[in-house]
């Protein structure tokens, strides 16, 4: 699982242009979700999330978890996050989970994190999604669970 995360101050998400999701500040989740993955990262990878200090209390330093800063989280799946560029010039994506796969291990991340107490909203899983976000920072952070 590979997650890259990007501290916000505001996000959304359209499809056809409508609002499917929209948070202000707090996480943009983007979630990748390869053919190895087990709940166990599921429940690593929100463990890990939620007690990422990566909010400015109030000196300036980042020493705040989401849920000590009031945010949310808008998390989007993204099987591109798995795309292999090492041969040739069109990225194969042979690590990405099938859908079959994906699609209930994304929904079961989520609703760990909303266990948490976190807000969370989503995208559409296999849908066309702009995504719009005002990265504060700007923080990104790449986490995988290959490297826990």
Sequence with gaps: MRV????SKAAN??????????IDKGLVLLVGITHEDT????KWM?????????????????N???T??????????????????RKGRRPSFMKAARPDH????????????RNKGIHVETGQFGAEMDVSLVNDGPITIIIDTEEK
Excluded: W
Aim: charged share 25%; hydrophobic share 40%; net charge negative.
């Design 46 to 62: 929100a463990d890990k999330l939620s007690g990422l200090r990566i909010f400015d209390d109030e000196s300036g330093k980042m």
């Design 13 to 22: 998400v359209t499809i056809a242009g409508e609002q499917v999701g929209a």
């Design 64 to 66: 705040l978890d989401i």
């Design 4 to 7: 890259v995360v990007q501290r």
């Design 39 to 42: 709940e166990q990262d599921l």
């Design 68 to 85: 000590e800063a009031g945010g949310s989280i808008l998390s989007v799946s993204q099987f591109t996050l798995y795309g292999d560029c």
């Design 102 to 113: 994906a699609e209930p291990m994304y929904h079961n991340f989520n609703e760990l994190l």
